[in-house]
């Protein structure tokens, strides 16, 4: 058995990941961003083991969060699932803190959380094969200057999230991090059209977060059933560790050395 969190869990592909895992017979903790989400969650999976709430929009919630997790033990594996996807929204949207809200949920709320939280035997971060669409600008990370489109935003924050993964392996050899893009799925974000089903692209996920055939025991890596893979310059050790070092300036939190 092993303890699992899993961002952004009340319902869609996170619901059904933290499903699949406790039926596997793992101890899962949700999260939600308020209460009243909270207790949808606990409803639709009464098994959890809690539901720890935090909205990743902040960085004082964000903050608390990782505090509140304390009281669930160390983490065997921690599911980055939460994002948010403003595709069509015509501008940029600032958070309370003031940065540009996709950026700061799917970006620096993961990077803050895995920095507060006990290191991990795993991290899943949910990526996408929108990232191929992504734009990387170390310099402009939340559209400041460039022009603005949500699409491209989003899949930007998805390339990052990738490097991520791959940031923190290569810092902490002691965890497998690997990032999944769980394809284009039937949710309230992908639409009735998509043709994968939460409960597919949910398995994806299970199998990084817990799975144990030698083709997920690897870290560093990204899975896709579809063709696009990160070039090998968006993979510089140099680029990685500059986005580390992005992230722990605007939170002010530095990632810990490997435990």
């Known amino acids: 058995m092993r ?43 009464p098994e959890a083991a809690g539901v720890a709430v935090g909205d990743l929009r902040s960085l004082d919630e964000t903050k608390a969060l990782a505090g509140s997790l304390a009281a669930f033990g160390r983490f065997d594996t921690i599911v980055h699932n939460a994002g948010i996807a403003r595709l069509d929204s015509p501008q940029r949207e600032l958070t309370g803190d003031g940065l540009e809200s996709t950026f700061q949920v799917n970006v620096l709320a993961p990077y803050l959380l895995t920095a507060l939280l006990a290191q991990p035997e795993r991290l899943v971060f949910v990526s996408s094969a929108m990232a191929g669409d992504g734009v990387v600008d170390l310099a402009d990370l939340q559209y400041d200057r460039r022009p603005w489109n949500g699409t491209e935003v989003y899949s930007t924050s998805k390339l990052l999230d990738l490097m991520l993964a791959v940031a923190i392996a290569r810092r902490w050899p002691g965890t497998l991090s690997n990032a999944v893009d769980p394809g284009w799925v039937r949710t309230r974000m992908g639409g009735d059209a998509a043709p994968t089903s939460p409960d597919d692209a949910a398995s994806a996920q299970v199998r990084l977060a817990a799975g144990t055939d030698p083709d997920v025991l690897v870290s560093g890596h990204y899975f896709s059933d579809r063709d696009w893979r990160p070039s090998e310059a968006t993979l510089d050790p140099a680029l990685l560790d500059a986005l580390l070092a992005h992230c722990g300036d605007l939170t002010g939190v530095q990632l810990p050395e490997d435990a």
């Open 3 to 45: 303890n699992i969190l899993v961002t952004g869990s009340v319902d869609g592909i996170g619901l059904r990941t933290a499903a699949q895992l406790v039926a596997a017979g793992h101890r899962v903790v949700l999260h939600a961003r308020n209460e009243d989400r909270a207790a949808v969650a606990k409803a639709a999976l």
